[in-house]
């Protein structure tokens, strides 16, 4: 069931509307390091490299500050990378660090440690007429009690050069001069509509392809992630304990879970495509 423009992709629209001028150097106190972030109330604050601010307001957007030594090709990195997931769970959705395809009107997603080749497989699965969904990271809408919701993707496919030879991606410009990755179009193009999850699929590592399912307390643990991602989340809605062990047992109950074992081996990688691909065609769990 295709679904039309839902309120959350409206607030992040409007929200990270970006403006140009001086930002705050801290929300704490203490100015911010190079490379880090405060949060406050309904503020954030990001700097990057040098002088490089990125301030955030809740119903004020984006406010970026370029100092001379601000490397203006980092800054879409920025945008679409911390300040997005910050300013979602400032407003009460959940950034998960996964890359994802849709498939009958419901989202497959894959998450995993940095370099465990999600964005690689979710490239690959195009050659099976699956869709992206979404590249690194997944914002879900928890505002319905009964199901969860996953806005389409805001940011390009990024691939290193081995992978675009293992996909049918078309490369585009590299994504910067320290980035050694390339923007590309997945073969089987995107999905631009909020849908369902389906499915959250952990990538591991295996001597041979596999899909098995995760059930009960293993869940729980599973959805203890140490990402940013999760750093922010946890930030924004200031969860106590007991917040937090209800939040995750919501997730654990309504998302189905599933591990995918294959080896990082090229020469077996399109065998693992090929079970992936099955796997979400014939709809997982379901």
């Not at 979602?88 to 660090?97: D, E, F, Q, R, V």
């Not at 969860?148 to 691939?159: D, F």
């Not at 994504?175 to 990538?203: C, D, M, Q, R, W």
Request: proline residues 6%.
């Amino acid at each position: 069931m295709l679904m039309l423009k839902i309120p959350a992709q409206a607030t992040m629209e409007r929200e990270t509307e970006v403006t140009f001028g001086l930002a705050p150097k801290t929300l704490l106190g203490e100015p911010v390091p190079e490379m880090s972030w405060q949060m406050r109330g309904d503020e954030f604050l990001l700097r990057g490299e040098g002088h490089h601010y990125f301030h955030y307001r809740r119903g004020h957007g984006i406010t970026v500050e370029r100092g001379p030594d601000a490397d203006a090709s980092e800054e879409s990195l920025w945008l679409n990378g911390s300040v997005y997931a910050a300013i979602a769970s400032i407003n009460g959705l959940l950034p998960i660090h996964a890359s994802a395809v849709a498939h009958e009107d419901q989202v497959f997603a894959f998450t995993g440690p940095a370099e465990a080749g999600k964005s690689t497989l979710v490239a690959a699965l195009a050659d099976y007429g699956l869709a992206m969904f979404c590249d690194d990271t997944l914002v879900l809408d928890l505002s319905d009690p009964k199901r969860i919701i996953c806005l389409p993707g805001h940011k390009r496919l990024k691939l290193r050069a081995d992978a675009l030879a293992l996909t049918s991606a078309i490369a585009e410009e590299q994504v910067s001069a320290t980035v050694g990755k390339f923007y590309a179009l997945p073969a089987a193009g995107e999905v631009n509509l909020p849908l369902p999850i389906a499915e959250l699929i952990f990538l591991e590592l295996g001597p041979e392809p596999s899909i098995l399912p995760i059930a009960g307390g293993e869940r729980l643990v599973r959805l203890q992630d140490d990402h940013y991602t999760a750093n922010f989340f946890a930030s924004a809605r200031r969860f106590d304990h007991l917040d937090q062990f209800t939040h995750l047992v919501r997730l654990a109950r309504q998302i189905p879970m599933a591990r995918f074992r294959r080896p990082l081996d090229p020469s077996c990688f399109n065998e693992g495509v090929a079970l992936a691909a099955q796997y979400v065609i014939t709809g997982g769990q379901r």
